[in-house]
């Protein structure tokens, strides 16, 4: 070894000798539980950990390192102590004031970021250290408050005198979250298209629902879907002419963070499935986990106490090879249900639902999982249950009348083309006298007190779920519509 391989070989040594020191300097100084956070050099992975060290912390400025390397990237953020430890990560989008924003005239789906001079909204935060920060946390939250004249924002009442409220559809905004998922509202009649149910926001106050103006919308975005936090831009529809304005400020976005997380609560530590958490876990309450199915991590409901009377833990009488109040179901849920409509204008006859609709396109039924996630799933899995929910005008979903006449009775197909019926060698759902108003074939024309048909579906094949099409015969003849509540499928 030569005298400069000598010194350069030394100054590793050197350096990574210092390094060293100055870490377990850190250590020694982080002691005084008071530094925590306070400079970048004592920066910790979020204002959770900061609180867990120095429990007498206050609201304010603090230094975070979510990704724990150099703290040379550590970034300030507002701490709310008092609310727990809440990271809170300012926004550099200023507020916009009111305003015509369009890219042309006439309504139009618009991207803000497209309209010229404007872009994506940006945070205080790299993209490094906000992926690791989602990945430490198990809830995020952002406002947005709009402000407009003649701009529908959410909300679209009809008539000043009408109490039933329209959602626009398709007029309605759409938020993009960070990971590129649409943000969509909690209600609206755009049947046809998908969403992620762990990603919805909700509306309040509304004044906007009147289409003049001046008004205001709220809206709020609390989700265990932290990947699409926090929003990077949204479309609106209703603002094609001169005369409809809008503006409007983003808040910053709130993460809970965990400190000690137990398995499938963070990105970071995601289950195989919910019996996996109840290993770790057994005291783990009801709620959606981080549930790793081959490549991807998903956000799934488990189903761990066995209580409520739709849970998948009920025994039936139909089904006595099902287990009894065994735990740790894992759900998959829907991506949309299917809307209260007037599907079909030919006469009474059976016609598939995806395919075979005549007035209205009809689509498959479709999961938050794909179709080989799915069969990993199964794979793992010994039992499958689901519940559907047939609301009714006028349409007979199982038996008709107070007879054994079933010759109305919908079908029902799997993912693999496993039929559901009654009789014609078919699998046969459970379904309870007292759940069959549809029955009735009568028609009822408020929401309130709709008729419905509850379909229970249990199998030890567990191929033979979820549910993707359905089959119905009586909804030939004007005013006779149908609509189902798709729930979850479940699988131990």
């Excluded at 990945?135 to 406002?143: D, F, R």
């Excluded at 009789?423 to 759902?429: E, V």
């Excluded at 009568?442 to 030890?460: A, I, K, L, V």
Aim: charged content about 25%; some cysteine; hydrophobic content about 30%.
């Amino acid at each position: 070894m030569d005298l400069n391989e000598y010194k350069d070989e030394n100054n590793k040594n050197y350096k990574k000798t210092n390094d060293e020191l100055d870490d377990l300097k850190k250590a020694v100084d982080i002691l005084d539980e008071s530094k925590a956070g306070t400079t970048k050099e004592y920066s910790m992975p979020s204002c959770a950990h900061i609180l867990d060290t120095y429990p007498k912390a206050k609201n304010g400025i603090y230094f975070i390192d979510p990704n724990k390397g150099s703290t040379k990237d550590a970034v300030q953020v507002y701490c709310d102590m008092v609310g727990g430890g809440v990271t809170v990560v300012a926004t550099t989008q200023k507020p916009i004031p009111l305003g015509g924003y369009r890219t042309g005239s006439g309504d139009r789906k618009t991207l803000w970021s497209s309209i010229k001079g404007m872009s994506k909204f940006r945070y205080n935060i790299s993209d490094n250290q906000l992926a690791f920060l989602q990945s430490i946390s198990s809830a995020a939250s952002q406002v947005i408050e709009f402000k407009a004249v003649g701009v529908i924002i959410f909300r679209y009442q009809q008539h000043p005198t009408m109490d039933k409220q329209y959602y626009h559809g398709a007029g309605q905004v759409i938020f993009s979250g960070w990971n590129g998922e649409s943000i969509r509202g909690s209600h609206g009649n755009s049947y046809s298209i998908e969403k992620n149910p762990h990603l919805l926001f909700s509306a309040g106050p509304d004044t906007c629902q009147k289409n003049s103006g001046p008004c205001e919308t709220r809206i709020t975005i609390a989700t265990k879907e932290v990947r699409a936090m926090p929003v990077t831009d949204f479309s609106l529809y209703d603002m094609g002419d001169p005369s409809e304005l809008y503006g409007f400020e983003l808040s910053a976005v709130r993460f809970t963070t965990r400190v000690r997380p137990y398995i499938g609560q963070t990105l970071a530590r995601p289950a195989k499935n919910c019996r996996h958490i109840l290993e770790e876990y057994p005291n783990a309450p009801d709620g959606d986990y981080y549930i790793k199915v081959l490549t991807e991590v998903h956000l799934l409901r488990c189903d761990m106490t066995c209580s409520g009377s739709n849970s998948p833990c009920a025994q039936h009488s139909h089904s006595p090879g099902m287990p009894n109040n065994a735990r740790g179901w894992t759900c998959v849920p829907a991506r949309r249900n299917v809307p209260m409509l007037q599907w079909n204008l030919n006469r009474d006859g059976r016609r598939w639902f995806a395919t075979q609709m005549s007035r209205v396109k009809g689509y498959y039924l479709t999961y938050v999982l794909n179709t080989k996630e799915l069969n990993a799933l199964q794979d793992l899995s010994s039992q499958a249950k689901q519940i559907l929910k047939i609301s009714c005008a006028d349409v007979i979903a199982w038996m008709s009348g107070t007879g054994n006449d079933y010759n109305d009775a919908a079908m029902f197909r799997s993912a693999t083309n496993v039929i559901w019926g009654y009789g014609r060698g078919a699998l046969t759902p459970l379904v309870y006298w007292h759940e069959d108003e549809c029955r009735k074939n009568s028609r009822n024309p408020s929401e309130q007190y709709r008729d419905h048909t509850t379909f229970r579906f249990e199998n030890g094949d567990t191929k033979s779920l979820p549910i993707v099409d359905f089959n119905l015969r009586d909804i030939g003849n004007n005013g006779e519509k149908f609509g189902m509540d798709v729930g979850d499928v479940c699988f131990l």
